[in-house]
């Protein structure tokens, strides 16, 4: 356990439903990340929150939306996905969105859109 | 974007053997971390190293902070099938956005 908790860890979704992702750390980290990892590619940063405020959005399209509704939660809400939405989605907090001493990751969750 | 250059992409050795990859830019870091991922699970931080010429150590693992501030390098020594995984590095650049920037990584399988 790393203090970075993911849920679900697998997830089947048609194009058409709607669900969403939650993580959830109690490491008083006030910074929090949600990663996309594809395979044979670079980790892709979606979002950053920073004190509750989302800091970055990586030109993610909308049929992903995120919410942060305090500095310990984390969601990621999916809406008509595609089958190239299929990846392992990550989670990560640090001390702030420096995170110089490293983010913390989450187990992930593994999503597959049929 | 801003790339690292992590290689090699995959490595098999034997059990016993000392292991090196190594993550080259054309950009300064200010930081460099490198991280561990088993299958199943996220990434997890093996080591952080924050000035030039930084060579530190965890158990078995070395990485060092290259000079030019362009590069690092993490060594294993005599692997065991336990080190299996992928390891990535990371790092902040200088003068750059606040945001970690992930090498592709390298997939590391150990024959016992």
């Known amino acids: 356990e790393t203090g970075v908790t993911q849920t679900p860890r697998h997830l089947v979704m048609g194009m058409t439903n709607k669900k969403s992702l939650k993580c959830e750390q109690h490491?008083?980290?006030?910074?929090m990340y949600w990663y996309k990892q594809s395979a044979k590619k670079p980790l892709e940063l979606m979002f950053v929150y920073s004190l509750e405020e989302r800091v970055e959005n990586n030109s993610v399209p909308s049929r992903f939306s995120p919410e942060c509704p305090n500095s310990s939660h984390l969601f990621l809400h999916l809406h008509t996905l595609q089958p190239e939405d299929s990846a392992l989605y990550l989670c990560?907090?640090?001390?702030?969105?420096?995170?110089?001493?490293?983010?913390?990751f989450g187990s992930g969750t593994r999503l597959t859109v049929v | 974007g801003q790339q690292l250059n992590q290689s090699p992409q995959s490595m098999f050795i034997q059990e016993g053997e000392d292991v090196s990859m190594n993550c080259t830019s054309s950009s300064i870091f200010n930081t460099w971390l490198w991280y561990k991922q088993e299958p199943g699970e996220g990434p997890v931080l093996l080591i952080a190293?924050?000035?030039?010429?930084e060579l530190t150590s965890n158990g078995r693992l070395t990485a060092q902070f290259g000079i030019t501030r362009k590069d690092s390098f993490l060594n294993i020594s005599a692997s065991i099938p336990s080190d299996v995984g992928i390891y990535f590095c990371a790092g902040h650049l200088q003068g750059g956005s606040e945001k970690l920037v992930f090498g592709k990584g390298t997939k590391l399988t150990v024959n016992p």
């Open positions: 990560a907090s640090s001390f702030g969105a420096l995170g110089s001493y490293g983010y913390t």
């Open positions: 490491l008083g980290h006030n910074a």
């Open positions: 190293l924050y000035k030039a010429g």
